[in-house]
């Protein structure tokens, strides 16, 4: 059985061959497309994690730190806006900007238009750790695709993710 390449034989086959043989009536190919889309994310994040973790922070402290260095300067939203970019819970933004705010990378403060409000802003040693970890983790991601891919194939997966994406979501 080959185990790569364009012939290879996976996991999601021998799920899918699995229900051929119970189920001959089922068309398996979207558990086809979307096991092996679960299977890689899973796989991608434990690799990009890793990528992360000399700078001290894993996937879900990476995006709040991304968020607000993509943001532009200063580099400062609110906690509203941070958790409907990331779509987490109030909860689960409060205990990554505790933890990124007590490691020195970003500052909360009082929104100067609302008295209720915080503003949330990246710190210059958390913009310069984003920016290296953001390269490693592209790193990581890019060996994946040029491992497995060519250019034109991998063009053409994002754009076919694209598609899909666009019109599920």
Do not use: C
């Amino acid at each position: 059985m080959e185990t790569s390449g364009p012939g290879a034989h996976d996991a999601v086959d021998a799920i899918t061959d699995q229900w051929a043989a119970v189920r001959p009536d089922l068309d398996t190919l979207p558990m086809a497309v979307f096991g092996r889309i679960y299977r890689l994310a899973a796989a991608m994040r434990g690799r990009v994690d890793k990528a992360y973790a000399p700078y001290g922070m894993a996937l879900g402290e990476f995006d709040v730190l991304a968020t607000l260095r993509r943001s532009g300067a200063p580099y400062t939203l609110s906690p509203r806006e941070l958790t409907a970019t990331l779509m987490i819970t109030t909860g689960g933004m409060t205990g990554r900007l505790d933890k990124l705010e007590k490691a020195g990378l970003l500052s909360r403060s009082p929104d100067p238009n609302d008295r209720r409000g915080l503003r949330v802003t990246l710190s210059e040693r958390g913009r310069e750790l984003v920016d290296e970890a953001v390269a490693a983790g592209l790193a990581q991601q890019r060996e994946a695709l040029e491992g497995a891919l060519d250019p034109e194939e991998r063009e053409q997966l994002a754009g076919l993710l694209r598609k899909l994406l666009t019109t599920t979501v």
